[in-house]
């Protein structure tokens, strides 16, 4: 029987190309989204794949949301928590609201998700879940405060339940893309953007179906002695 696989942030961008990927390799697709109805709309009707509309940032939807997503496909066994959104701004001008909402959807967002969906995985002693950190939560971005904070943080969990995880046959990984051409990246100043490029040894951004194939990997019985890891996939940018 097919697995079911959840990938937050699953209808645009990287996440887009994770439940693609997914789909492609057999699970039964569920996406998450938060915001952009029409994306979503669009996305499942060229895809198939259904979505579903909550923020990880509010706990109680996202169990509400699972619950949802458990009653229509089954109980999840692959996580994806890759929702993630930016508010770059030098720390002299960043404000508590934009420090809060990166905490709130790319630190707590992935406690929130994974929370409600552990305990299924331990009883049925089978789970993967696979966090997308970033190059930035690696080595810090000036502009970043709030989201390099978030996504280092994103190491440290994965890393504390890779442990708990171990006995359960669950695995806990992360992926720190680069920088992967999409619209997150797009909205750097095109200056700005540049530099970075100019910054890559493989001389391009990525590509979100790059790291969709980490995904896949990881979430494999092939990847079952992996957890606790990281996956940088950044081309040469950044080595760990
Ligand atoms: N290092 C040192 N100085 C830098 C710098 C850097 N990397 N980037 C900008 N500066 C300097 C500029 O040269 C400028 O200096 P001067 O004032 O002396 O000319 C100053 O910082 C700019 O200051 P401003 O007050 O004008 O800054 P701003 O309010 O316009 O904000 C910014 C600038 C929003 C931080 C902008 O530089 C930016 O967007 N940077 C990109 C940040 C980034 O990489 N974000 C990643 C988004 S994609 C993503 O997050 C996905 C992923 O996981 C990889």
Redesign the pocket.
Same mark, same amino acid.
């Given at each position: 029987m097919s697995r079911t696989a959840l990938v937050t942030g699953g209808s645009r961008g990287i996440g887009a190309a994770i439940s693609v990927a997914l789909k492609t390799a057999g699970y039964n697709v569920a996406a998450n989204y938060a915001g952009n109805d029409e994306a979503a709309a669009k996305f499942t009707a060229e895809t198939g794949i259904p979505t579903y509309k909550w923020s990880v940032a509010d706990y109680d939807a996202c169990a509400a949301g699972i619950a949802k997503v458990e009653a229509d496909l089954g109980p999840i066994d692959v996580l994806v928590n890759n929702a /993630?959104i930016?508010r770059?701004? !030098?720390f002299? @001008?960043m404000t508590r609201q934009q420090w809060q909402e990166v905490m709130d959807t790319n630190l707590s967002g992935v406690f929130n998700m994974t929370h409600p969906i552990w305990p299924g995985m331990r009883d049925r002693k089978f789970g993967r879940v696979i966090t997308i950190?970033? +190059? %930035? &939560?690696q080595k810090g *971005?000036? &502009? *970043?405060a709030n989201?390099s904070a978030a @996504?280092a943080g994103d190491l440290g969990f994965t890393k504390a339940l890779a442990q708990e995880g171990a006995r359960a046959g669950i695995t806990v990984n992360a992926i720190? !893309? /680069?920088? +992967?051409g999409?619209d997150?990246?797009m909205?750097? !100043?095109e200056k700005?953007?540049e530099? +970075?490029i100019a910054q890559i040894p493989v001389g391009r951004l990525g590509e979100p179906e790059e790291i969709a194939r980490c995904v896949v990997f990881l979430a494999s019985n092939d990847a079952g002695f992996i957890t606790g890891s990281t996956i940088t996939a %950044?081309g040469g940018q950044f080595f760990v």
């Open positions: /993630g930016t770059d701004a !030098p002299h @001008k950190s970033s +190059i %930035n &939560g *971005q000036f &502009g *970043q989201y @996504k720190c !893309p /680069g920088y +992967i999409t997150m990246v909205a750097v !100043p700005v953007r530099s +970075i %950044n």
